[in-house]
């Protein structure tokens, strides 16, 4: 099982420091989930292992390796990265796309083997992509265009995924149907997922362990339970809030309060 | 869209379209066949027959001459200098993600033409010819527009962003120096700025064909690079490419082929921007086909140049003005075409 590890990041854009000295061990073969406002380094953080972006100081570590210092290929065939809403060239198709997760694994003899055609065929199976296998990625909806691109990843093998807000510019049903998807990945082939995710609620319901971040520094990390609590959620997100359970899952469930429509609110509109 | 054929021989193993080979088999035969008639023409007639015949050292004796010693050289310079920015224009589409970038628009072209002109006018490098001088222009203008780009690594937005900008500056050096040009010069210059074929010997073919046989070998070598960057940066790093490298590469083969070329016949217009366009379409590619695209520039060139002789046999007609004639009709129609059945782009 493969073991994510930083220790002592500091990552930044020219001399804008977004992390700061930053240690971070993803447990192995669970879904670990990085929640946050805008602009606390979350993405930032996600882009560091995935080698998006080199850091200022301190190391991260696959497997007791440095991926910045491993050959690029070599961590290409470990550990798979989904950035946030990449674009395919207009007309390449579903099983183009998904072939391209291959090219860690090809050499320029071996560029189709048997066992790169079954992973681009069970990649397209898990995500359901079969059926459109030969459609052009840009002609398909949100929801679709995403799967192609995380059955890219998957079609990569990679015993860990990142994955950059997977969810973003999904509806709901869609949003739903990838953190499924993401489930089953994890379940069924015990891959390590790390993903960004901005639904405080879809964390709890889908992450094994939760990292919350505030200002570049992690501010707590632990089982959904143990992090999504009224105190930290106040810290984070900078906003009040109600925790009560889930109805579907038993995980936290986070009401922010917010000066409005409070019940308390209603009454005293009623009696005057 | 066309269907994926798996071939796999001992260890070997690929996945192949029929139909981009079968495009790039029947342009290559198009490129033989033209490049043949072009040698038909002149003075002492000769059949396409008798030209096969030359080439494979049969036949007459004179006419072996005529087709090594006097035509050849043209029809060589025809074919690479095509393919090269046939090539050289996919590369570039490639690298910057943008269908409109090629070597002329991104001022590598432009670059050289000021070379070129600066020789003639100033007299600057004059002992070097049009040929180095242009070589010189091209390498010198990739080299600025890269280190303009450069901020923490490249994009290839700021490439083409950067390279329109490094274009216009080129160009209107190139203008002055043109009105500080007396007569002679002026004409020399325009007769090489629009690019031709005319004065081609083995004195432009030689080095032309020495530096495709390294050049050619090499881009292909990078084509899964190029297959990667299609994806654009991030993904393209995750799928294991060592983007910044291969961009560098790429770029440095791609300026390759432009500078010669252009060394060879002068920047003939829209062949780079046009031939990797035209070769998506007819292959039916999402994206150029990096040896199709080649050929489909080695065809454009050949055929302009075939034309443009057959229509005017009398006045020398500069090849880049049959390509410029051509080839923005006919990207025009593609385009209107393709948006039509709702795969512009």
């Excluded at chain 1, 899952?249 to 409005?260: C, D, F, N």
């Amino acid at each position: 099982m493969s073991e994510l590890r930083a220790e002592g990041l500091r990552l930044a854009y020219d001399n804008r420091v977004v992390v700061e000295d930053l240690d971070l061990l993803v447990p192995p073969g669970s879904i670990s989930v990085i929640v946050g406002a805008n602009a606390c380094g979350k993405s930032t953080l996600l882009r560091a292992p995935a080698r998006l972006l080199t850091p200022k100081a301190g190391t991260v570590h696959l497997d007791g390796r440095s991926v910045h210092a491993m050959p690029t290929r070599q961590v290409a065939k470990q550990l798979g990265i989904l950035p946030q809403s990449p674009v395919a060239p207009d007309g390449l198709t579903v099983v183009d796309l998904v072939t391209r997760g291959r090219s860690p694994h090809q050499t320029w003899w071996r560029q189709w083997s048997a066992a790169d055609e079954a992973a681009v065929n069970s990649a397209l199976a898990a995500t359901e992509m079969t059926e459109l296998a030969d459609r052009p990625v840009d002609e398909l909806s949100g929801g679709q265009r995403q799967r192609a691109w995380i059955a890219m990843a998957v079609a990569q093998e990679t015993p860990v995924l990142l994955l950059d807000e997977p969810t973003t510019f999904l509806d709901l049903a869609h949003q739903i149907d990838v953190l499924d998807l993401v489930v089953d990945l994890n379940r069924r082939e015990g891959r390590t997922i790390v993903m960004v995710l901005h639904d405080l609620n879809q964390a709890c319901r889908y992450a094994d362990h939760v990292i919350a971040m505030k200002a570049g520094r992690i501010v707590a990390q632990g089982s959904p339970a143990e992090v999504v609590i009224p105190s930290i959620v106040e810290d984070v997100f900078d906003v009040r809030c109600q925790v009560t359970t889930d109805p579907v899952s038993g995980t936290p469930l986070v009401i922010p309060t917010g000066r409005h429509h409070s019940l308390t609110e209603r009454q005293s509109e009623h009696s005057r | 869209m066309t269907a994926a054929v798996a071939v796999r021989v001992a260890g070997v193993s690929a996945r192949v379209r029929p139909r981009v080979v079968g495009t790039a088999l029947v342009l290559a035969a198009v490129a033989f066949l033209l490049f043949c008639l072009g040698m038909t023409i002149g003075d002492y007639p000769l059949s396409v027959g008798k030209v096969v015949a030359a080439l494979f050292s049969q036949g007459d004796y004179y006419d072996r001459v005529v087709v090594y010693d006097w035509r050849m050289p043209r029809a060589l310079c025809g074919l690479f200098v095509g393919l090269a920015f046939g090539m050289s224009g996919a590369i570039f589409q490639t690298i910057t993600r943008n269908p409109l970038a090629s070597p002329d628009v991104i001022g590598i072209s432009s670059g050289a033409t000021t070379a070129v002109v600066c020789g003639i006018v100033l007299g600057i490098g004059a002992g070097l010819g049009t040929q180095t001088l242009g070589l010189v222009g091209a390498l010198g203008s990739a080299l600025l527009i890269y280190v303009l780009a450069w901020q923490r690594g490249t994009t290839g937005y700021r490439i083409v962003l950067v390279g329109i900008g490094v274009s216009w500056a080129c160009t209107s050096a190139t203008s002055y120096l043109l009105a500080q040009a007396k007569l002679y010069e002026a004409q020399q210059i325009v007769g090489w700025m629009v690019g031709n074929l005319n004065d081609s010997t083995w004195a432009q073919a030689t080095p032309l064909l020495i530096a495709m046989a390294v050049l050619v070998p090499l881009t292909i070598a990078m084509s899964g690079w190029l297959r990667a960057l299609h994806l654009g940066d991030d993904v393209a790093i995750g799928l294991g490419t060592p983007v910044q490298v291969a961009r560098l590469s790429l770029l440095i083969v791609g300026v390759g082929l432009v500078a010669f070329g252009t060394a060879a016949a002068g920047p003939v217009a829209f062949v780079a921007l046009a031939a990797p366009q035209i070769a998506k379409r007819v292959a039916g590619t999402p994206v150029p086909p990096l040896f199709t695209s080649g050929i489909t520039g080695a065809v454009v060139l050949l055929g302009s140049d075939l034309l443009a002789r057959e229509l005017m046999p009398d006045t020398q007609l500069p090849v880049g003005v049959v390509t410029g004639v051509l080839g923005a009709p006919f990207l025009l129609w593609l385009l209107a075409r393709a948006n039509r059945a709702g795969s512009g782009g």
